[in-house]
């Protein structure tokens, strides 16, 4: 009798599919990918509930060095910066892309902190400052010195494209 994988030999696929790994895997994950999880499914062990991950992006976001503001608050916040750099970063919590850039605007933001200030504003939350910078698309960043946009730029940035910007307005010499 033959061997229930001897069909697969010849096929380097099959028998990677009929190799020992596999045959522990659940036919879904196997098929589908693990893309296609429940949202609490352990993968390789890590504890991946809701509860979890929301408790993870407050963590992240209370220990953020970027300030979220509103139509009322910029004022402030423009007086405190004073001649210092000022990264205003237009979003919304909808958009894709704005989510994409997060995590990269928040290592720029550990970097230059002490040099730059960094604040986000959400276009729904703050549609007076959205109406004020002439903000229609999202991510918008606008880099403010001494109360005058410098550098604008909308849609996505590379963190290297980012640093680089944030080299120029640090070095940049202050009126």
């Not at 790994?21 to 062990?45: E, K």
Request: net charge neutral; with cysteine.
């Amino acid at each position: 009798m033959a061997s229930r994988f001897a069909a697969s030999r010849g096929n380097p696929w099959m028998s990677a599919l009929a190799s020992p790994p596999f045959a522990s895997t659940p036919c879904w994950l196997a098929v589908g990918g693990a893309d296609r999880l429940p949202a609490c499914y352990p993968i390789n062990g890590a504890k991946t509930s809701p509860q979890s991950i929301t408790q993870h992006r407050q963590e992240r976001t209370a220990m953020s060095t970027i300030k979220t503001i509103g139509d009322d608050d910029f004022a402030a916040l423009e007086a405190q910066t004073g001649d210092a750099p000022l990264l205003l970063i237009f979003s919304a919590i909808w958009c894709g892309p704005c989510k994409a850039m997060a995590p990269t605007l928040e290592d720029i933001a550990d970097v230059y902190t002490p040099s730059v200030a960094f604040a986000r504003i959400d276009i729904e939350q703050a549609p007076g400052l959205a109406e004020k910078f002439g903000v229609r698309t999202v991510p918008t960043l606008v880099l403010r010195r001494g109360g005058q946009d410098k550098l604008r730029h909308v849609g996505v940035l590379t963190r290297t494209k980012l640093a680089a910007m944030m080299d120029e307005a640090c070095q940049e010499p202050q009126a």
